[in-house]
């Protein structure tokens, strides 16, 4: 065991046997080095967050591991270049098959015609014009 080794172990057996003093001593440490902590929660929290951005899903409110492939540079309806785009997925069975669009129109676009309401506003358009009115 290397004296690296060995000190890790008796590190952890230390905090095991004091829980409060290593709570006390992770306390000061934070008061002391607070921009230097706060530094590097915040790059672990952005880190944490680009990865479930690009790994997970959030269906029905639950979070669910894809394989979305790449992100492109612009959103595959539009081909607008966006910095932040949504993954649509078309079922909520099969999360990973869908495009990448961008928030707002083409991802409610997209949920629109999912829902069928395409048809409906094709159904009503075709009933004004066989009426002969028009609505302005």
Same mark, same amino acid.
């Given at each position: 065991?290397?004296?690296?080794?060995?000190?890790? %172990? &008796? $590190?952890?057996?230390? !905090?095991?046997?004091?829980? #409060?003093? /290593? =709570?006390?001593?992770?306390?000061? *440490?934070?008061?002391?080095?607070?921009? %230097? &902590? $706060?530094?590097?929660? !915040?790059?672990?929290?952005? #880190?944490? /967050? =680009?990865?479930?951005?690009?790994? *997970?899903?959030?269906?029905?409110?639950?979070?669910?591991?894809?394989?979305?492939?790449?992100?492109?540079?612009?959103?595959?309806?539009?081909?607008?270049?966006?910095?932040?785009?949504?993954?649509?997925?078309?079922?909520?069975?099969?999360?990973?098959?869908?495009?990448?669009?961008?928030?707002?129109?083409?991802?409610?676009?997209?949920?629109?015609?999912?829902?069928?309401?395409?048809?409906?506003?094709?159904?009503?358009?075709?009933?004004?014009?066989?009426?002969?009115?028009?609505?302005?």
């Amino acid at each position: 065991m290397s004296r690296n080794e060995y000190f890790r %172990k &008796y $590190l952890r057996e230390w !905090r095991k046997r004091h829980p #409060k003093k /290593a =709570r006390e001593y992770q306390k000061r *440490y934070k008061e002391r080095h607070r921009k %230097k &902590y $706060l530094q590097g929660l !915040r790059q672990t929290q952005s #880190k944490r /967050a =680009r990865y479930n951005r690009e790994h *997970y899903l959030k269906i029905n409110g639950k979070y669910v591991k894809v394989n979305k492939g790449p992100r492109p540079e612009a959103c595959q309806l539009c081909g607008k270049r966006m910095s932040r785009l949504e993954f649509h997925h078309w079922t909520d069975d099969d999360s990973i098959r869908g495009i990448w669009v961008c928030i707002s129109p083409c991802h409610k676009i997209c949920d629109g015609v999912d829902k069928g309401l395409d048809i409906a506003y094709k159904q009503i358009k075709k009933q004004l014009n066989l009426s002969g009115r028009v609505h302005l």
